[in-house]
């Protein structure tokens, strides 16, 4: 026998190692598989002439086992091979690759795994066939699959570790912290961000742009990561309506909404920095439109409509809310417009709230510089 890798076989002496290895059992395979040519292995298609060589070789439904043997390179002049519904396992050898004639192999049908070779792949002039081998892989990226699930699956605990690791430490933190907190204002928070004075400074570009100041402190301009400019009020520490007056505000604007009051988006209150966040009023306050300075003067239908937008408003917080709501501040500062110049009322830091006649959820003492207020209400 020719030992493969040391000496090229001989096609006759493959043929045979093949028929041995495989144990193939047809009645004509028996002398030398092409000559005479009337008398030709079956399954086997030689060519005439002198130089006789094996052209195809089918396999096909011979109950073939093991893997696919070294010897069928031997076939140096093959140009079709069948080795179809057999139970063939182990990878698709690369070495069918270095056959120069080679244009067909069927191995659909049996049991192979792993990958097709690249050079099986990219062999021109090739067709490949390898149906119903449900371990087989026809990607380069195969291999790699082998180490997708366990990596997939560790990472996953890891990420659960993580989230666990978080929750107990948010968990022990809120514990911790629950003493503090419970000094901390009592803002109700479905609707409203909470934001960091770190994320304070950020949106407002460090307090570049200021926009107002009052009795409460300065208001900034500021954006939001969704490019949504807003306003920013910031609690001066010199304030002279102070935590209260800011805490009054806050807590009214979580609980009431109307087109025709400034909307709350957030607020600020880490450690001795508070402030408040609201919807960005681009043509400022009434005060301002209604200055000598202003070139552009309210004209009289627009400060007609600035009124009834203002009256909406002050009748939703006396009528409108559940409790009533006396603003005791109304002045044209406290009175803003938006781009389509809708009114809206603001500064609700010195408001009341009765829920009777004698009882009141929220009291304030007059502060800063007052406007108008109901003179049924100026000894409440």
């Given at each position: 026998?020719?030992?493969?890798?040391?000496?090229?076989?001989?096609?006759?002496?493959?043929?045979?190692?093949?028929?041995?290895?495989?144990?193939?059992?047809?009645?004509?395979?028996?002398?030398?598989?092409?000559?005479?040519?009337?008398?030709?292995?079956?399954?086997?298609?030689?060519?005439?002439?002198?130089?006789?060589?094996?052209?195809?070789?089918?396999?096909?439904?011979?109950?073939?086992?093991?893997?696919?043997?070294?010897?069928?390179?031997?076939?140096?002049?093959?140009?079709?091979?069948?080795?179809?519904?057999?139970?063939?396992?182990?990878?698709?050898?690369?070495?069918?690759?270095?056959?120069?004639?080679?244009?067909?192999?069927?191995?659909?049908?049996?049991?192979?795994?792993?990958?097709?070779?690249?050079?099986?792949?990219?062999?021109?002039?090739?067709?490949?066939?390898?149906?119903?081998?449900?371990?087989?892989?026809?990607?380069?990226?195969?291999?790699?699959?082998?180490?997708?699930?366990?990596?997939?699956?560790?990472?996953?605990?890891?990420?659960?570790?993580?989230?666990?690791?978080?929750?107990?430490?948010?968990?022990?933190?809120?514990?911790l912290g629950f003493f503090a907190k419970s000094q901390k204002m009592e803002i109700v928070k479905q609707k409203n961000r909470e934001f960091s004075y770190f994320e304070v400074l950020r949106i407002t570009n460090n307090f570049t742009t200021l926009i107002g100041e009052g009795g409460f402190g300065k208001v900034y301009l500021s954006t939001l990561e969704d490019d949504t400019q807003v306003a920013v009020k910031l609690l001066s520490p010199s304030s002279k309506q102070g935590y209260k007056e800011f805490q009054s505000e806050a807590q009214l604007l979580t609980l009431i909404y109307h087109r025709n009051l400034v909307s709350l988006v957030g607020y600020c209150h880490e450690n001795d920095k508070k402030a408040l966040v609201y919807e960005y009023m681009d043509n400022g306050d009434l005060d301002q439109l209604l200055s000598e300075r202003n070139p552009n003067v309210l004209k009289w239908n627009e400060r007609l409509q600035v009124a009834v937008d203002a009256a909406k408003g002050l009748e939703y917080l006396h009528n409108g809310c559940k409790t009533p709501i006396i603003h005791r501040d109304l002045k044209p500062s406290n009175i803003l417009l938006n781009k389509s110049k809708l009114a809206k009322i603001a500064d609700f830091g010195m408001s009341r709230v009765f829920s009777n006649d004698r009882d009141s959820h929220l009291s304030t003492q007059p502060a800063g510089t007052p406007g108008y207020i109901d003179p049924d209400m100026e000894n409440c």
């Open positions: 026998m020719l030992a493969l890798g040391l000496l090229a076989p001989s096609p006759v002496n493959a043929i045979i190692e093949i028929k041995d290895i495989y144990g193939v059992s047809r009645i004509s395979w028996q002398g030398d598989p092409c000559v005479p040519t009337n008398l030709a292995w079956d399954g086997l298609s030689c060519s005439s002439g002198n130089n006789i060589r094996i052209l195809s070789l089918n396999l096909s439904s011979s109950k073939l086992t093991g893997q696919i043997s070294a010897w069928f390179a031997g076939l140096g002049n093959l140009e079709s091979l069948d080795l179809s519904n057999n139970e063939l396992t182990g990878q698709l050898p690369e070495f069918l690759a270095t056959l120069p004639n080679l244009k067909f192999i069927n191995v659909s049908g049996n049991k192979l795994t792993g990958s097709i070779p690249k050079t099986l792949r990219e062999k021109d002039n090739l067709q490949l066939s390898v149906a119903d081998n449900p371990g087989l892989c026809q990607k380069d990226s195969c291999k790699k699959h082998k180490f997708v699930i366990p990596l997939i699956a560790s990472i996953a605990v890891l990420v659960l570790i993580a989230i666990l690791s978080l929750m107990i430490w948010r968990i022990k933190k809120k514990r």
